[in-house]
């Protein structure tokens, strides 16, 4: 068997392969509730024959959206918009479904990228922002309030509130998101983060918040949820987060009964300097999965099926994400499985399309 088409188990959830769907925002909400445009673009993701559908970021709160635009998971009205969805597509996945919950931080109120994706201005539906410390992303960007010792608790508490209404929805997946520059990154970068209090400071300081989140969440939500975390394993910036500071968040997050860590990079500083190419972040992810033991996603410019096979197979990471490839090719995980000589699930409705040179394409 090909070793990207072979089985995996996370907690009590055994993928079918190791394709995943990572998030990837659609900003394409209403007041945080989703339509008719979600119903379609999941529906056509879960049954790709992907092992694992991972939603995109869902805000905590309506001041911690990417956007005006983005998913949320706050209230009964976004909760029951989510649940409209995945009713209509639940009955047809072939996919686990999992879900990523975040805060965007001094990140947030911005435009779509389609609109540029810079700061809205108040007078435009603009809003006030948080974070670690009162700097902002980008120079001419409002200043974000700095969130007080009796502030935290309640971000904490959101993303219970969140997780609790992820867990009702019955996602098998939770991602914590701390990467990209978001709330919780900003808590951990030293870039971002000039607390001089317990969350800022040394490393154990600046990661409290992350760690404490994670744990609340591992409390709260069922036995069988699998829970996961994202972090940018570097800023790409000379004294900012690093690889060395993400060995040890992994290694506090497995001794909380983390399943998997998502390995990103980059996001908290515009000043970063990356060199992109194709798969650049994997080795990040491999020395988390070698240091920690922790199963690992690899992401970033993965778009080949070969590329994603050999990540695989030498052991770099467990799974592999395919973002924008699946946005370009919905199907990519049969193409994948064909150009591999491997089998993928796929619908009855589609078993005809099966090529007649690869009668062993689908499973039966």
């Known amino acids: 068997m090909n070793p990207l088409f072979s089985p995996l188990t996370l907690g009590t959830l055994t993928l079918a392969n190791r ?35 991972i939603l995109e970021a869902a805000a905590i709160a309506p001041e911690g959206r990417i956007s005006p635009l983005d998913l949320g998971l706050w209230s009964d009205d976004t909760e029951q918009a989510l649940g409209r969805v995945l009713d209509s597509i639940k009955g047809y996945a072939q996919v686990p479904l999992g879900i990523q ?20 201005p108040l007078v435009e539906g603009g809003w006030g922002t948080v974070s670690s410390s009162p700097l902002p992303f980008e120079q001419e960007d409002r200043p974000p309030e700095a969130l007080t010792l009796e502030e935290i608790p309640g971000i904490v508490a959101a993303f219970v509130r969140a997780a609790e ?8 997946v939770i991602e914590l998101h701390a990467a990209h520059g978001y709330l919780l990154h900003q808590f951990l970068s030293p870039l971002a983060n000039h607390r001089e209090d317990a969350y800022g400071g040394s490393l154990p300081n600046r990661m409290r918040l992350t760690l404490e989140v994670f744990r609340s969440l591992r409390r709260v939500l069922s036995p069988d949820r699998v829970l996961g975390v994202r972090i940018s394993a570097t800023d790409w910036v000379e ?11 992994a290694a506090a997050l497995k001794e909380l009964g983390c399943d998997y860590i998502d390995v990103s990079s980059g996001g908290l500083s515009p000043l970063q300097q990356i060199h992109l190419r194709p798969g650049y ?7 988390i999965k070698r240091e920690t033991g ?12 070969e590329q ?3 990540i695989v197979a030498t052991g770099q990471a467990d799974m592999v994400a395919v973002g924008r490839g699946m946005l370009y090719d919905p199907r990519w995980p049969w ?12 619908p009855p409705q589609y078993l005809r399309s099966q090529p007649q040179g690869l009668k062993e394409l689908f499973l039966k």
């Open 239 to 249: 004294g900012g987060w690093d690889l060395a500071q993400s060995l040890v968040l």
């Open 165 to 172: 209404r992820a867990d009702r929805l019955g996602f098998k």
């Open 101 to 120: 919950l975040a805060h965007a931080g001094r990140k947030a109120s911005c435009r779509p990228p389609w609109e540029g994706g810079r700061q809205l």
């Open 308 to 310: 994603a096979a050999a």
């Open 19 to 53: 394709i995943v769907i990572p998030p990837m925002c659609q900003y394409s909400a209403i007041d945080g509730q989703v339509g008719d445009w979600h119903r379609m673009h999941l529906g056509s993701l879960s049954v790709s024959g992907a092992g694992l559908l």
């Open 281 to 287: 972040q994997v080795p990040f992810a491999a020395r």
């Open 294 to 305: 922790l199963p690992t996603i690899a992401v970033g410019l993965i778009t080949e099926p």
């Open 335 to 346: 193409h994948a499985a064909a150009a591999l000589g491997a089998s993928v699930k796929a």
